[in-house]
């Protein structure tokens, strides 16, 4: 694909092989996965990186990548890939179909044929790439591509057109792929002809409908192969934004994974939503366990620090595109927050930090001074505060670190009042509020390992760092300003996705999730203190279907991040039973601490914003 | 066949064969009909099937009195009018069309039986749009419902390998622009932004697209006057010619009817490779009433069959 000014820079869809390779970062071990024999899904939020990853499966994006890794992984091809582009306008005319023609069989069959001609445009694209590449000789496809003269070229073209039931103009691949064109145009034809009669579809000139796409894909890589003298060759086929694909469609690609193709010769790498209501039923009517058939990648992190390094990679990858040498943590100085979860993680950490003469310290004090729980709290673990130094190193710096974040926020938010603490309003939503989500890691924390999220919010703060040429950090309040406008576009985006209860129509998921965060900011706020607040939740039986589905919506567009339990299912059919977290730039906005801590179940949660009354907290409680 | 599109003076006599317009809940619905009722020779009042409230029973009152015809929604206009008279022949006949009150499924079912029925060819078709007086929007925000391609506009394309060139018309409902944006994850976006006479509704486009200028760079929005369709029109195809080597354009009306009907008619002009899809979040307990504010514009559709 060649360059076109006009393309935003954020979609993949339409990036040319070497932006595509130019701008490559692997989440972790995701490509070296994704290059091991077998099926394999792949699943993320939108904006995770699916299309990128899938797209640099290709020889000609391998080809232009010269990334740190991509030498040793290069080495490890051997299979050659085709990719099937998707997106849901298209996805929308297909899906219309059913709307459009009464016949409903004669729908999914016009379906399928387009689905089928698609696979095939893009098979024939592939073939035409091959020729493109340089001389293999010397390169890591050296064994996988051969140039092929005009003969063999045309002898394969004889073959497809057997194969496809095509009659190009003239047999060369450009000339199959302009008739695989006009077959498109001429379902669309049949489907104007299915409104307004019977049974179009019968005439012998139609029997391209009935093509099978797995013949048709298994056969064209046999072709090429043995003209090719590459008898063994695997191939890869692509499949990009299942989650958008017709019914029919995803049911039959699901199905495959089970065995219909031959997998040691055609391999399929399904890009999926992490939620698919479609997917296990796909493997369930067959009794089948789908650990053996295919291996999965989440793009999703569950957990921040798997996702940290990614990020970071990725963001020290823009400032190096933009002619700056300093990395993320410079661009962006240190966060209020502490960000291991792992209490291993800081054993070594010294208690000096809290001392009331740091900022730390500081921070501390005022809280105890203003909110009796935390004072409670702190006395029952004997940890004295104007005499930090003589506390027992080990055991008091996990005390307080495992806390610090939660002190930071109340202290942060709140101020004295004669009856007890006054929670500053979830409303009162100011840019001030979010300066405290600014730094490193935290910022890396709100991208979510998304490289769509890290480069809009990112990129904004390097053009500014780039201004100020890199001789002091992006403040505060400049990031604060990035991070609210993130939020803002979340929420835009929240409010136009249906919710099907009545209680929130016309306001899409939105108040639901407002509803989960205002729960949890409670749970943090509004009681007295607690080392381990809920901040995720587990969706329980007593959940009502339409916030079931909700949740699945939610999941989907990256709004809540699915916690997986050891050996749980990987592509979520059904979200009962399972653990989630609010993405955190929406845990900011309901002004969270950045982290799973205790999980809570949704239906208590949810009870438990229902009664909730405007909290003040009793200073005397024992805690 | 083949369309051409023209400008209209609206000072000058008009004369048409059928005038159409809807009976529903608006004032202005009428406001067309009332200034041509008596350059036409035949008046079909589009009925919806619903929202009989606020104007609608004096916009019905107003069809009577001036001896025009109802059009059910589940009836073709060629079957009314042959209805009406059995030998009726709308060949190289001049048509109105005021589509001020029109939903985007009404003006799509009435362009496209205009446009494309053999009883209609060499018809000249005149879009009028009568602008509304300013209110702003109803505080309760809509869901973005019911986003699919617009039924006989939804197109279908050969390539659909191509990426997506998304074109948007702006309005004022708050986030259906990111809904849009965020739904058909397009390569490339943009936006028409309305122009009107009266700056309070520049200002809530403005407003309720706050979230959608974050995501789309400003060289990509499209300032377009809203009474001169003619001139939005050629912006429209000067945008469509450019992007259609290389991208499935997908054009997604909202904000004035006046724009919504240009897309339509852009749409059958370049052929299945462009698709229409329909943005609804309207609900009938969201109805008001909107007047007319004197305003008029149009364009003119030439039909050229063989």
């Known amino acids: 694909m060649h360059e076109n000014p006009f393309f935003d820079t954020f979609n993949a869809k339409h990036k040319t092989d070497a932006e595509i390779a130019g701008s490559f970062v692997s989440p972790p071990n995701a490509l070296e996965r994704l290059i091991t024999k077998g099926h394999t899904v792949l699943s993320g939020p939108r904006g995770s990186g699916k299309t990128t990853l899938l797209k640099m499966l290709t020889l000609p994006a391998l080809h232009k990548w010269s990334g740190e890794e991509a030498a040793s992984l290069k080495q490890k091809i051997d299979f050659v890939s085709v990719f099937v582009a998707a997106d849901r306008s298209w996805h929308g005319q297909l899906n219309g179909l059913t709307k459009e023609i009464p016949d409903e069989s004669a729908a999914e069959l016009l379906g399928m044929s387009a689905f089928t001609t698609h696979i095939f445009k893009a098979i024939t694209a592939t073939f035409i790439d091959l020729e493109s590449l340089p001389q293999a000789e010397g390169q890591f496809y050296s064994g996988l591509v051969t140039k092929l003269d005009s003969p063999k070229e045309r002898d394969i073209c004889v073959h497809l057109a057997d194969l496809w ?33 019977n049974n179009p579809l019968s005439n012998e000139d139609n029997r391209f409908l009935f093509v099978d796409y797995r013949e ?71 009794g089948a366990s789908h650990t053996h058939d295919y291996s999965h990648i989440d793009l999703s992190f569950a957990r921040k620090e798997n996702g940290y390094d990614f990020s970071r990679r990725l963001c020290n990858l823009m400032l190096r595109q933009a002619g700056i040498s300093a990395d993320v943590e410079t661009m962006l100085g240190t966060s209020y927050f502490a960000f291991e979860d792992d209490d291993a993680a800081d054993q070594n950490s010294s208690t000096k930090k809290y001392s009331n003469t740091k900022p730390l310290g500081k921070i501390f004090q005022s809280l105890s001074e203003k909110d009796a729980s935390f004072h409670n709290y702190l006395q029952q673990r004997g940890i004295d505060l104007s005499n930090v130094e003589e506390l027992d190193e080990k055991s008091s710096a996990r005390t307080l670190r495992k806390v610090r974040n939660i002190v930071v926020l109340r202290e942060y938010f709140s101020r004295p009042s004669k009856s007890g603490l006054q929670i500053e309003q979830l409303n009162s939503r100011s840019r001030k509020s979010y300066i405290l989500y600014s730094g490193n890691p935290s910022m890396l924390a709100l991208t979510e390992g998304n490289p769509r999220s890290l480069i809009n919010l990112f990129a904004p703060l390097v053009a500014e760092y780039k201004q100020l040429e890199g001789k002091q950090t992006v403040s505060g309040a400049r990031q604060a300003d990035e991070i609210q406008k993130a939020i803002r576009v979340m929420r835009s985006l929240l409010k136009t996705v249906p919710h099907r209860s009545r209680k929130y129509q016309g306001r899409g998921l939105l108040p639901f999730l407002d509803g989960i965060g205002l729960a949890l900011h409670r749970g943090l706020m509004s009681t007295k203190f607690s080392d381990q607040p809920p901040l995720s939740f587990r969706v329980d039986h007593g959940v009502n279907p339409d916030d079931l589905s909700a949740i699945g919506k939610a999941l989907n567009i990256g709004a809540l991040v699915y916690v997986p339990d050891q050996d749980s299912e990987d592509i979520l059919s059904n979200v009962i039973g399972n653990r989630f977290r609010l993405n955190y730039l929406l845990a900011a906005h309901y002004k969270l601490p950045l982290s799973l801590d205790r999980e809570i179940s949704l239906s208590t949660l949810l009870s438990q914003q229902a009664s909730y009354r405007q909290a003040r907290m009793d200073f005397s409680d024992e805690n | 066949m083949k369309i051409d599109v023209f400008n209209v003076n609206l000072e000058d006599e008009c004369q048409f064969d059928l005038l159409i317009f809807a009976v529903g809940y608006e004032a202005r619905a009428r406001h067309i009909a009332e200034r041509y009722r008596q350059s036409a020779k035949t008046i079909l009042g589009y009925v919806f099937p619903d929202g009989h409230l606020l104007s609608f029973d004096h916009n019905r009152q107003f069809l009577t009195e001036c001896g025009g015809h109802e059009l059910q929604s589940n009836v073709s206009i060629q079957n009314r009018l042959q209805g009406l008279d059995a030998g009726a022949d709308f060949s190289g006949s001049k048509i109105c069309l005021d589509v001020s009150s029109l939903n985007r499924g009404a003006m799509a079912s009435l362009l496209a039986e205009l446009l494309d029925s053999d009883f209609f060819k060499n018809a000249e078709i005149t879009v009028l749009y009568s ?13 973005f419902l019911d986003f699919a391609p617009l039924d006989k506009f939804g197109g279908w394309t ?19 622009a990111v809904g849009a944006l965020e739904f ?6 943009f936006a028409f932004f309305p122009i009107g006479s009266d700056q309070k509704f520049e200002k809530h486009v403005e407003k309720a697209n706050r979230s959608f200028f974050e995501l789309i760079s400003s060289d990509r929005i499209i300032k377009y006057p809203v009474l001169s369709p003619y001139q939005t029109f050629w912006e429209m195809r000067s945008l469509i010619l450019s992007l259609r080597g290389v991208a499935r354009i997908v ?54 069959d063989q």
């Open chain 1, 165 to 197: 039931l095509l009659k190009p103009r003239a047999y060369t691949f450009a000339e199959i792929r302009a008739a695989l064109s006009q077959r498109l145009a001429q379902i669309g034809i049949l489907r104007n002809q299915l409104r307004f009669s």
């Open chain 1, 216 to 286: 048709g894909m298994r056969s064209a890589a046999d072709i090429h192969n043995h003209i090719s003298r590459l008898d063994s060759r695997r191939w890869s086929f692509l499949f990009d934004e299942m989650e958008v694909a017709p019914s029919f469609v995803q049911e039959s690609l699901f199905s495959d994974l089970r065995g219909e193709v031959d997998k040691l010769k055609i391999n399929y790498k399904l890009a999926l939503a992490p939620f698919n209501k479609n997917f296990r039923a796909s493997f369930d009517d067959r």
């Open chain 2, 131 to 143: 602008v509304a007086v300013f209110a702003p929007p109803p505080p309760e925000e809509l869901d």
């Open chain 2, 158 to 176: 050969s390539n659909p390998e191509r990426p997506t060139a998304l074109i948007l018309g702006l309005g004022y409902e708050t986030d259906h």
């Open chain 2, 184 to 189: 058909l994850d397009p390569s490339v976006t």
């Open chain 2, 251 to 304: 054009l997604v009306p909202m904000g004035p009817k006046i724009f919504s009907s240009l897309c339509l008619v852009s749409q059958r002009m370049f052929g299945d490779e462009i698709s229409i899809w329909r943005a609804s979040g309207h609900s009938l307990a969201m109805a008001r009433d909107a007047h007319a504010s004197g305003e008029i514009t149009g364009y003119l559709i030439k039909r050229v």
